[in-house]
């Protein structure tokens, strides 16, 4: 069933639940199996692997990336695809009160691209640990870690969708302006944001016209040529200042892109300001 996302995410908002169950599954390559699914609806958080589930027919293959949701008492088709093992976290919830029409949680099932992301990665596992020791206060975590669960998945999938782009590339380059002086990486960047590296190359392409690493070079080298002109620091120092330690490499890439080294753009600009 495809659910239109802020719907979706609004109905989690109103709706009351209740955690029923924070289970961890490691299963041999090859296992394939029938049987009904919870009497929870729930949601699979794939760690690693992959594995084809069919919900009622509907077929989703489930890997990292990706957040697969079942509903209660469905047919479910199970088997594990590729040479390793498909391992997983399940989270069952109960809907306790009464549900609006549009949506019936325990009757729905829907998959979310929400990328890689080590932050949720985190989330369920400190879900999975709370869940399993007793007392009230870890009762208590455990519903809170599940919202935050849920908070993350949703942020992610939004980051994803093509009405996302624009946000996800002001996310990014709003990030970059405030560190650019960082050791950054396009893969870090990626992996903080959620995405995959392609993601972030395609958001960058289409509203900067540049991938995300030369984005960031240009970035770093406006603000160092900005900062030869306006300023009296020695060139080292603005190599450093604008993330460049290397200052050799630094005099390189920025004649390449003005068409001459520090020194001289510097030279020229004072004495033809």
């Known amino acids: 069933m495809d ?6 995410i609004g109905h989690f908002a109103h709706t009351s639940f209740r955690v029923r169950g924070v289970y961890h599954y490691a299963i041999d390559p090859g296992t394939a199996g029938w049987q009904k699914s919870a009497p929870f609806p729930g ?6 692997g992959q594995a084809e589930f069919r919900f009622d027919g509907t077929p989703y293959l489930a890997g990292v990336g990706s957040v697969i949701h079942g509903g209660a008492d469905m ?4 088997r594990v695809v590729g040479s390793t093992k498909w391992e997983y976290i399940s989270v069952l919830y ?3 009160g009464p549900e609006p029409e549009d949506i019936r949680l325990t009757d729905v099932h829907f998959e979310l691209t929400v990328g890689q992301s080590p932050h949720l990665t985190e989330l369920l596992w400190r879900l999975w640990k709370t869940f399993n020791q007793p007392g009230a206060l870890p009762a208590f975590q455990t519903e809170t870690l599940f919202r935050r669960t849920l908070e993350e998945i949703f942020v992610r999938a939004r980051g994803q969708t093509n009405g996302g782009a624009r946000a ?3 996310q990014v380059s709003s990030y970059i302006h405030e560190h650019y002086t960082d050791a950054l990486t396009v893969r870090g960047l990626a992996a903080q944001s959620g995405v995959n590296e392609n993601r972030l190359f395609y958001v960058f392409s289409r509203f900067a016209g540049m991938g995300p ?3 960031l070079t240009a970035y770093r080298l406006n603000r160092a040529k900005e900062l030869l002109i306006t300023g ?3 060139i080292g120092a603005v190599a450093k200042s604008t993330g460049y330690p290397d200052a050799l490499y630094f005099s390189r890439i920025f004649k390449k892109r003005f068409g001459a080294p520090p020194s001289t753009l510097r030279e020229k600009f004072r004495n033809n300001p």
Do not use: H, S, T
Not at 3 to 8: A, I, K, T
């Open 3 to 8: 659910l239109e996302l802020n719907r979706l």
């Open 75 to 78: 047919d479910l088709d199970k």
């Open 43 to 48: 949601f699979i958080f794939p760690l690693g």
């Open 94 to 96: 109960d809907v306790p």
């Open 213 to 215: 690493g030369e984005y």
């Open 232 to 234: 009296d620091a020695p």
């Open 168 to 170: 996800l590339f002001e």
